[in-house]
């Protein structure tokens, strides 16, 4: 089948322009100047399907680098399948992700990789990758990253954070990222100081501080920033690359703005949910209600400017990308197993279908422009993890994973109710039962979303099906150096 979109202003990293974009099959072959006979003046009348984006935003499909489907975490799991929340990033305009596969302590890392792929395939509805979780460094582990490479897999996280369950000491730390300098892999990290962190939530709890707005008062944000340092030092020891997740404290920020001006090869990833929700307003709100949004690492004080933070590092490029760490957890069953207990509340927020709408909220409010709208989403998570090319640009050759994006558009996110305060259904279409960005109004509107040149969502409505999404087998980074 061929596609023209038609009368769109094509938005990539470099720039935007109005242009016609003509797809055949899968692929992008074309940018037509309007008007132009180039192939032929009845090139409209010759495609199977003509697109109107007139007044809108045609930008290359986002790129989601940090989900967690299906994923086993505090005794129970994430409450997406790949199934819905695939389906999910197809309605927000991802058109790709790049999941975790798992390996915890004593198990191996080629069974954790198989478990994920057997979970994935034919289920999803967007194209998807893996990293690999190494949970335990040993001599198995590491020799198996030998052949991460070739199963497409050139990434792979660390943690400093959760004892007993993924952590890694400075020890694992070192030889994981020895081996990573030697096979040109991405080391991911979550920076926090675990066993610290244990230490204060035990202290918080003995003292009958149980409710969910100590989950951040136990992660401090001293507890970032020394592991940010410490994570920055062994790269620079071992030569690594080195990638933080899920940057939100405003020091983390600084400690990788340090390494990057003194020339280490080191990148940040921060999330929606650090750019507007807080410690104050969501974590403290009344009762229980604050463990909707636990997550880690936590929510930051607007008082002492973290959000902010985040912003100018997205501007000044001291940050490079943001991802959501897609971790859904219902709230009843879910985030209820910690009630008198903040310890036991299952850690993550859902977002993988507002990321593109919220961060273009920037671009509305001017903080970012619409070239560096689509680089943070869409094109730097393609360079960054071996896909760009393929993903993260509108151009002939790339895969037409393309979005219509109405600037005049709007966006209500949230559980509509009737006059009588009774839900009347929902405006997401994550598998959960809230939301953490209920109430936020976006000005902008996903309209159109193809995938390899197959419209999922289009008119309002969901065109899709499982077992659209194919496997991504990944180069390397384009930031290796």
């Given at each position: 089948?061929?596609?023209?979109?038609?009368?769109?202003?094509?938005?990539?990293?470099?720039?935007?322009?109005?242009?016609?974009?003509?797809?055949?099959?899968?692929?992008?072959?074309?940018?037509?100047?309007?008007?132009?006979?180039?192939?032929?003046?009845?090139?409209?009348?010759?495609?199977?399907?003509?697109?109107?984006?007139?007044?809108?935003?045609?930008?290359?499909?986002?790129?989601?680098?940090?989900?967690?489907?299906?994923?086993?975490?505090?005794?129970?799991?994430?409450?997406?399948?790949?199934?819905?929340?695939?389906?999910?990033?197809?309605?927000?305009?991802?058109?790709?992700?790049?999941?975790?596969?798992?390996?915890?302590?004593?198990?191996?890392?080629?069974?954790?990789?198989?478990?994920?792929?057997?979970?994935?395939?034919?289920?999803?509805?967007?194209?998807?990758?893996?990293?690999?979780?190494?949970?335990?460094?040993?001599?198995?582990?590491?020799?198996?990253?030998?052949?991460?490479?070739?199963?497409?897999?050139?990434?792979?996280?660390?943690?400093?954070?959760?004892?007993?369950?993924?952590?890694?000491?400075?020890?694992?730390?070192?030889?994981?990222?020895?081996?990573?300098?030697?096979?040109?892999?991405?080391?991911?990290?979550?920076?926090?100081?675990?066993?610290?962190?244990?230490?204060?939530?035990?202290?918080?709890?003995?003292?009958?501080?149980?409710?969910?707005?100590?989950?951040?008062?136990?992660?401090?944000?001293?507890?970032?920033?020394?592991?940010?340092?410490?994570?920055?030092?062994?790269?620079?020891?071992?030569?690594?690359?080195?990638?933080v997740v899920h940057v939100s404290a405003k020091q983390a920020v600084e400690q990788l703005a340090w390494a990057r001006d003194r020339g280490q090869n080191v990148f940040g990833?921060?999330?929606?949910?650090?750019?507007?929700?807080?410690?104050?307003?969501?974590?403290?709100?009344?009762?229980?209600?604050?463990?909707?949004?636990v997550c880690s690492t936590p929510l930051r004080s607007r008082e002492e400017g973290h959000q902010e933070a985040m912003w100018q590092g997205l501007r000044t490029n001291d940050?490079?990308?943001?991802?959501?760490?897609?971790?859904?957890?219902?709230?009843?069953?879910?985030?209820?197993?910690?009630?008198?207990?903040?310890?036991?509340?299952?850690?993550?927020?859902?977002?993988?279908?507002?990321?593109?709408?919220?961060?273009?909220?920037?671009?509305?409010?001017?903080?970012?422009?619409?070239?560096?709208?689509?680089?943070?989403?869409?094109?730097?998570?393609?360079?960054?993890?071996?896909?760009?090319?393929?993903?993260?640009?509108?151009?002939?050759?790339?895969?037409?994973?393309?979005?219509?994006?109405?600037?005049?558009?709007?966006?209500?996110?949230?559980?509509?109710?009737?006059?009588?305060?009774?839900?009347?259904?929902?405006?997401?279409?994550?598998?959960?039962?809230?939301?953490?960005?209920?109430?936020?109004?976006i000005d902008g509107h996903v309209d159109t979303v193809l995938s390899r040149g197959t419209v999922l969502v289009d008119g309002g409505e969901y065109h899709g099906h499982p077992?659209?999404?194919?496997?991504?087998?990944?180069?390397?980074?384009?930031?290796?150096?």
């Amino acid at each position: 089948m061929t596609t023209l979109i038609k009368g769109g202003t094509v938005v990539n990293a470099t720039g935007a322009t109005t242009a016609d974009v003509l797809v055949d099959g899968e692929t992008i072959v074309a940018l037509l100047a309007p008007g132009s006979v180039a192939l032929g003046a009845d090139v409209e009348a010759r495609c199977d399907r003509v697109i109107d984006a007139t007044g809108k935003y045609v930008i290359p499909g986002g790129v989601d680098a940090h989900t967690h489907m299906e994923l086993p975490f505090g005794g129970t799991n994430s409450s997406d399948t790949f199934e819905t929340g695939t389906r999910a990033a197809a309605w927000g305009g991802t058109t790709s992700i790049i999941d975790f596969a798992v390996q915890r302590a004593g198990e191996r890392v080629e069974q954790g990789l198989e478990a994920w792929h057997n979970k994935a395939a034919s289920n999803c509805a967007v194209d998807y990758g893996f990293h690999q979780i190494i949970g335990g460094v040993d001599e198995f582990s590491l020799k198996a990253m030998e052949t991460f490479v070739a199963e497409g897999i050139t990434s792979y996280k660390l943690f400093m954070a959760y004892p007993g369950v993924f952590y890694s000491d400075d020890a694992q730390i070192l030889r994981a990222m020895q081996k990573a300098a030697d096979l040109g892999l991405m080391t991911m990290m979550h920076a926090e100081n675990g066993p610290a962190i244990d230490a204060l939530a035990e202290q918080l709890v003995e003292r009958g501080k149980v409710d969910p707005y100590y989950h951040g008062i136990a992660r401090a944000w001293q507890m970032e920033e020394e592991a940010t340092h410490r994570a920055i030092m062994l790269a620079d020891l071992t030569g690594a690359p080195l990638y933080v997740v899920h940057v939100s404290a405003k020091q983390a920020v600084e400690q990788l703005a340090w390494a990057r001006d003194r020339g280490q090869n080191v990148f940040g990833e921060t999330c929606p949910q650090y750019l507007y929700l807080s410690l104050e307003e969501q974590l403290g709100a009344p009762g229980f209600e604050g463990a909707k949004w636990v997550c880690s690492t936590p929510l930051r004080s607007r008082e002492e400017g973290h959000q902010e933070a985040m912003w100018q590092g997205l501007r000044t490029n001291d940050l490079q990308m943001v991802s959501t760490d897609h971790c859904p957890f219902c709230f009843k069953e879910q985030k209820e197993l910690g009630i008198g207990d903040f310890r036991s509340i299952p850690n993550g927020i859902g977002s993988i279908e507002h990321r593109m709408d919220l961060l273009y909220q920037g671009v509305v409010t001017g903080r970012l422009s619409l070239e560096r709208w689509v680089e943070l989403t869409s094109t730097t998570p393609a360079r960054m993890f071996g896909l760009y090319g393929k993903k993260g640009v509108v151009a002939p050759g790339a895969d037409a994973d393309l979005v219509v994006y109405d600037p005049n558009g709007h966006t209500s996110i949230g559980f509509p109710t009737d006059a009588d305060g009774n839900p009347t259904g929902r405006t997401h279409h994550m598998n959960m039962d809230h939301s953490a960005w209920e109430g936020f109004e976006i000005d902008g509107h996903v309209d159109t979303v193809l995938s390899r040149g197959t419209v999922l969502v289009d008119g309002g409505e969901y065109h899709g099906h499982p077992g659209h999404g194919e496997f991504l087998k990944r180069g390397l980074s384009q930031y290796l150096i």
